[in-house]
Structure formats: structure tokens, C-alpha cells
């Protein structure tokens, strides 16, 4: 029986995604349609893109999943029409490993000094040299697929990794808090935080003006997650003050960043265009493929979207 399978994203996205797609469905032996437009009540299975413009899901009555290119899903959870299983992307090859290499760029630059080393205007002969990993206790706030390979990647390198997520989690060679009195512990100290959460109402501001004066002095921030999770105006004034050093920010609160906002012009913020990672097609076509095959061999779906919990 043949699947008809609904491509619904940016239009330019369909050119970038249509030849993987083909290739791993058919790899997967799967008789389908794919197209990027489709009688409504044909579809059975959607690839979507949250910035696509659906967002009415009650037009297909045979839809059975919806099968999200993008990690974060908050465009998707608050959706009422949307009532079939939602599959988040979960894509170590591609997503995860991305990921992975950002941050930990980002951190060995600041663990190393490397803007005092490198870019040095004054030419001054700087021989400071930087502590060792071990030495440098580091914080990751969220312990979901990329999270999880982020804190054990600066683990491996020989950092001391704390790692805290909503749910009790466990693995080796890290510690591992959750609650209220573990993200406290988890903060208190901390020379380096990477923000890895989701974004819910419960995460919004984690990073306020109260937690941040837990951290080492002199620490740093490392945010490729979401914007909500930190409370600009008290990063910026934790900066002013000489509490946290630096802040490397991914995501913003409004993206872009608009061009008047203060961390554009602080000496002490990196801004980068919400680009730690994405979704290579090649990699996440095979992760869709599977989750597909797996449903229609009456497995259950990979990467389910808890509603409840908000990812």
C-alpha cells in the first residue's frame, strides 16, 4: 500500500530535501508518494518545519504522525489542531555531532584564553598560561540528546562536567543533579555553563540575576539553546560587574538580533547567527525514513514530543 507523505517546509527547503528523502525512503523499501503539495485528505505522515506555514492540522483526516525537522519543538507543542504523535529530530550523525563541535570550540576557546593570546591589539607579550581542564569545572543545563553528547565530548577532554536536566538522569563520568536544590548546586561554582534546555515557561529566565551570582567570578556563558533561558538585562549587568567574563549567545529572545540591542556592541559578548547546528538533509532524511519504517511495521515511534512537559 502506498504512504503519502506531505513535505511541509520553506519552499527552497524542498530542493535541498527531495533527493535525500527519495533515497532513504526507498532504502528503507517503503511504496510512497512524496510531494511538497497533496490533496489534504490523502496525507498520512508530514515532514514539517515549524516556520512552514501549516498550522492547521484538523484539514487531514488520515495524518498518523507529524515528523519534525528541527530539535526544538515549542512552535509545535502549543498547536491544538495538532492531535497525532509528534517526532522530534534526533539526529547524531548530523544535528547532535554539530552540536557537539560548537560548544566544544566554544569552550576551549575560553578555557584557553585564546581572545587574550590571539587578538591582542596592545601586542603586549602575554604569557599568562590557562589552567587544565581539570582544573576548570563546567556546567551543562539540559541533558536531552544534545546535552547529554555535549557534557560527555568536555568530559572526555578532562573538564569536570556537572550536567542538569528537569528529570533525573545518570552517566558516566559525569554529575548528574535535577530539581530546584540541584540546579542551585549545579551552578554554584561553575567557570563555564553551556545552556542546552528547552524552552518552556518552566526553563524561561533559569539564567537570572540570582543564579548567575552562584557562578565562579569571571565565568563564562556559552548559550546555543534558546533565548528565553536567560535574562538579558541581568547578563548584562553581570557582565558590567566583572561576575561573568564572557557570553558566547547563539539564540536570542528575537531573531535576528535586532541591530540596536546592547550585545552587538559589548566588548564582552560573542554573537553568532543561530548557527551551533542545523539539520543536514542527508542525516535527518535517513532519521525520518526510519521513524516511518518503524511505524509502519506497528513499532513505536522514536523521539515522541511529551506535550506535557513541553519537548
Known sequence: MTLNILFSAKAERWTDYEAPLRKELDAAGLDYTLACEMPADQVEYIIYAPNSDLSDFTIFPK??????????????VSNDTLTVPVARMVDQEGLTQGMVEWVTGHALRHHLGMDAHIVNPDRDWNCTPPKIAQDRPVTVLGLGALGMACAQSLAALGFPVTGW?????????????????????????????????????????TLNAARLALLAKGAFIINPGRGPLIDDD?????????????????VFRVEPLPQDHP???????????HIASFTRPDTAARVIAANIRRDVDGEPLLHLVDRRAGY
Open 234 to 250: 541581568a547578563l548584562l549587568d553581570a557582565l558590567g560587574s566583572g561576575q561573568i567574563a564572557h557570553a558566547t549567545l547563539d
Open 165 to 205: 536536566s528537569r528529570s533525573a538522569k545518570e552517566a558516566g563520568g559525569l554529575t548528574c543533579l535535577s530539581g530546584k536544590a540541584g540546579l542551585e548546586q549545579a551552578l554554584s561554582g561553575a567557570e563555564i555553563v553551556v545552556l542546552l534546555l528547552p524552552n518552556t515557561p518552566e526553563t524561561e529566565n
Open 263 to 273: 550585545f552587538w556592541a559589548h566588548p564582552n559578548v560573542t554573537v553568532t547567527p
Open 63 to 76: 495524518l498518523k504522525a507529524v515528523l519534525s525537522l528541527w530539535a526544538g519543538v515549542e512552535g509545535i
